[in-house]
């Protein structure tokens, strides 16, 4: 019983209502603190919402985000012929109207954007038959233009190529749909004639050029063609030999043409 007594006498002392207090406020002062700066650090409670980049401009980004306290990073650009140049692509974190996710101030949002054109490394087909070097060349998504001279020596083999003029160098890039000239040896005896463009036709369109009499010979590649009404709307997107004011080939020669639907041809 005088344990108890002293216990109770020291319990209501002033000396430990004082320590207890200054106990509790320290304690509270500390979580007061603690709760204050975890939510300026983590910007409890605030919300931006993220604006939708996507099939945008990557020039209209900055009016986009306005005046949201958000920033955007470009990550790289992707080859896509069929957009327009610097179209977003991808972007993270995904639009809030799409995600329904909203992110704190000054988060940095990451977008991918498209361009038109790439760079391909030439293959050197110096040597090789124009044939062989014409499929090489469009495998890596190149175009043609072929200059025949008289040769002896070497009668379908290609003796130079060129881009813009310039003779190509080992390891050299150009932008993928460049047209490679290609100068290819042939027979001092036959008639040259000149290549007919036939960007733009359709199937019925380009045969027209062609009529039974015609020295030159068609070929025709169907792209994404399901259905016959498909391949006889589509139209030529490009041609093998290009054509110019100045390209001829000698006669009984082949054109291999290329066409898509919904095409307008270049």
Same mark, same amino acid.
């Given at each position: ?134 499929? #090489?060349?469009? @495998?890596? /998504?190149? *175009? !043609?233009?072929?200059?025949? =001279? ?5 009668? $379908?083999?290609? %003796? ?19 047209? #490679?000239?290609? @100068?290819? /040896?042939? *027979? !001092?005896?036959?008639?040259? =004639? ?5 960007? $733009?036709?359709? %199937? ?22 399901? @259905? ?39």
């Amino acid at each position: 019983m005088g344990f108890i007594k002293k216990l109770g006498n020291f319990i209501i002392s002033r000396k430990f209502i004082l320590n207890f207090l200054m106990f509790g406020l320290v304690w509270f002062l500390i979580i007061w603190g603690a709760t204050s700066y975890f939510d300026s650090y983590t910007r409890h409670g605030e919300e931006i919402e993220v604006p939708n980049l996507l099939g945008n401009n990557v020039k209209d980004i900055s009016t986009l985000i306005g005046d949201r306290e958000i920033e955007y990073e470009i990550l790289d650009s992707i080859y896509n012929p069929n957009l327009v140049e610097g179209t977003v692509i991808y972007q993270n974190p995904m639009p809030t109207d799409s995600s329904g996710l909203s992110v704190k101030s000054n988060r940095v949002v990451k977008v991918r954007v498209s361009k038109r054109s790439r760079l391909v490394n030439v293959p050197i087909v110096v040597s090789k038959s124009h044939r062989f070097a014409e499929a #090489i060349l469009m @495998t890596k /998504g190149l *175009r !043609t233009r072929v200059n025949f =001279v008289p040769s002896n020596e070497d009668q $379908g083999s290609v %003796i130079s190529q060129k881009y813009k003029g310039k003779s190509i160098e080992s390891n050299q890039q150009v932008p993928i749909n460049s047209v #490679i000239e290609l @100068t290819v /040896g042939k *027979r !001092t005896q036959g008639e040259m =004639v000149s290549i007919p463009n036939l960007n $733009g036709l359709t %199937i019925n369109e380009a045969e027209k050029r062609f009529p039974s009499s015609s020295s030159l010979r068609l070929y025709a590649v169907f792209n994404n063609c399901e @259905t016959k009404s498909d391949s006889l709307q589509a139209r030529v997107t490009r041609q093998t030999p290009v054509a110019s004011d100045s390209s001829q080939i000698p006669e009984g020669s082949t054109i291999t043409i290329f066409l898509s639907p919904g095409a307008n041809g270049e």
